[in-house]
């Protein structure tokens, strides 16, 4: 028996899928038959994800953009729908991870992290929503952190946006429950072996957590992928509302 339902023929758009999960993620729904709409800034990359699914035999869209800019967001969403006719999966995986000591931080980075990590999944789901409610039913899929559970010494920012997200995704959960056939998930991955680590500023942060990736068996972005493509395939009347995923290895 299938792990999942048949979702051949849905649409899929994907926010940070220029490398990491989301590239991950776009491949292994492109994989079910899924139509996937490809955001992030760096195009060159999105257009190479797109070209490997095309010649694959699936369907890829690009839209280069910045998920904090609300014009470049309504772009997104209407070329994703003028192009496909419909929405079905929401996968918010754009975000970036710039660990530091409150004390010795740049405060930019502080704005960064809440105006991509929290501020632009939140205007995406905002642009997306009404087209999912008009259907009659969605999936919205918000990547989150072990670290939106507890914090670390230099998370303390990047944890306040990951909590921020498992409270939106919480209440956006209870908004939509029971209206329409619309499902909300949060993933809460712990080290996964991506580039995020590479823009770590803070010296001591960054070898510290390249070293906790080199001395444990951490999860790849296809291990991610693969628990998203579960959860969007399941039927309608299930909603995999979180799913925590920790490398064996990971005590915290």
Do not use: C, W
Not at 3 to 13: C, F, N, R, T, Y
Not at 22 to 28: F, I, V
Request: cysteine-free.
């Amino acid at each position: 028996m299938s792990l999942i339902e048949d979702i051949d023929g849905k649409v899929a758009l994907i926010t940070g899928a220029s490398s990491g999960i989301g590239e991950a993620t776009a491949e292994s729904l492109a994989e079910e038959g899924v139509n996937v709409a490809l955001a992030a800034r760096r195009e060159d990359e999105l257009e190479q994800l797109a070209d490997r699914i095309k010649s694959s035999g699936g369907d890829a869209l690009v839209v280069p953009t910045d998920v904090t800019d609300e014009d470049e967001v309504k772009e997104l969403v209407d070329r994703t729908h003028d192009e496909f006719g419909r929405i079905d999966i929401l996968v918010n995986n754009a975000g970036v991870m710039l660990l530091e000591q409150v004390e010795s931080a740049d405060t930019d980075n502080f704005q960064q992290m809440v105006d991509v990590n929290l501020s632009g999944l939140m205007a995406v789901t905002h642009a997306v929503l009404p087209i999912m409610q008009q259907q009659g039913s969605g999936h919205v899929v918000n990547i989150s952190s072990v670290a939106g559970r507890k914090s670390f010494p230099g998370s303390s920012a990047y944890s306040a946006t990951k909590f921020g997200v498992n409270g939106f995704s919480r209440g956006l959960r209870k908004e939509v429950t029971g209206e329409n056939d619309i499902r909300v998930t949060r993933i809460e991955p712990g080290f996964v072996d991506t580039e995020l680590a590479d823009h770590i500023p803070e010296d001591e942060q960054r070898e510290q957590t390249q070293q906790m990736l080199e001395t444990m068996d951490a999860l790849t972005p296809e291990d991610i992928a693969r628990s998203i493509t579960y959860a969007v395939g399941q039927p309608d009347h299930v909603d995999v509302n979180e799913l925590l995923i920790r490398p064996t290895q990971q005590e915290l």
